[in-house]
């Protein structure tokens, strides 16, 4: 009977490991004619809703379409916030993640990711001129996200302050709006996004004061060797032609709302 049982056991757990064994997420994209990617949707310039379209836009969004395109596939885009993004994909929700995910090693153990195609470093937003140094920091309140790098990269830099964790960064600004907290703190790029949509932008500023740097990569399920090439080649492509940097200049070049330079090229050594 225990061995019934055991057999039973070992054969449920083959078929359920089965799928997963087989999984090709490159052949299913293909065969279902869709890409289905996770973004964020209230970050400008990354993911954000269009007032006008009311479709999702940015510069994560542009990447993920020029890989539906290549692959002649429909995009669908799912919104994920920085904690759910990783649980969304490993169970199947999402092909790709596309949502201002930094590259680190502690999540490479659970996801694969691509090449970096876009490079940032975390600072802080303050009210104007109270933001010097790190000390001006310790013991307060500082504003971030759940489950990104933000939130344990601002514990380790200033280990006596309260950091205060929110589903996203605009909810984050929100409390410091309204003084609940002293700062908020992410990578520049989206605290500059951020600042620029704000109506009292005047009062804020982005001390020079940067605690990290943030390689943004595309996630995708551990060991999909096909689709992972399949993504990096495009990316790789794309530096090539000049998409990538033409749709770096359309999110965050002059005439943009919060203009940065591009000071990194997408490669195979990143
Ligand atoms: N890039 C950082 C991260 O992946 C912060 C931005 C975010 O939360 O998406 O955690």
């Known amino acids: 009977m225990q061995n019934y049982k055991h057999c039973i056991a070992a054969f449920t757990l083959a078929l359920l490991s089965l799928p997963l064994a087989q999984a090709d997420t490159l052949a299913n994209i293909k065969a279902k004619g869709v890409l289905v990617a996770g973004v964020k949707d209230s970050l400008p310039p990354f993911g954000y809703v269009d007032a ?3 479709s999702i836009v940015g510069y994560d969004v542009d990447f993920v379409r020029a890989i539906a395109a290549k692959l002649g596939v429909k995009l669908e885009l799912k919104p994920v916030t920085s904690a759910n993004r ?9 092909d790709i993640i596309a949502a201002t995910m930094t590259k680190s090693p502690e999540r490479a153990q659970q996801i694969d990711f691509s090449h970096a195609y876009f490079l940032t470093g975390q600072k802080f937003i303050a009210p104007k001129g109270t933001l010097r140094s790190l000390k001006d920091l310790e013991g307060k309140r500082i504003a971030t996200a759940k489950g990104s790098t933000s939130e344990q990269n601002v ?4 280990p006596s302050a309260t950091v205060l964790s929110f589903d996203d960064y605009p909810q984050a600004f929100l409390a410091l709006r309204q003084r609940r907290v002293t700062a908020i703190t992410t990578d520049e790029a989206i605290l500059a996004g951020i600042l620029a949509k704000a ?3 005047t009062a804020y500023e982005i001390p020079a004061l940067r605690i990290s740097d943030e390689p943004y990569g595309l996630g995708m399920r551990k060991g999909e060797t096909a689709w992972v090439a399949f993504v990096n080649q495009t990316l790789l492509d794309m530096e090539k032609s000049g998409e990538a940097k033409r749709i770096f200049d359309k999110w965050f070049g ?8 591009r000071d990194f090229v997408i490669s195979a050594a990143r």
């Open 199 to 201: 109506p009292d932008k």
């Open 155 to 158: 514990k380790r830099a200033v």
């Open 86 to 94: 990783i649980p969304q994909l490993v169970s199947g929700n999402i």
């Open 52 to 54: 006008q379209t009311r």
């Open 254 to 261: 002059p005439q943009s709302d919060a203009p940065i330079k």
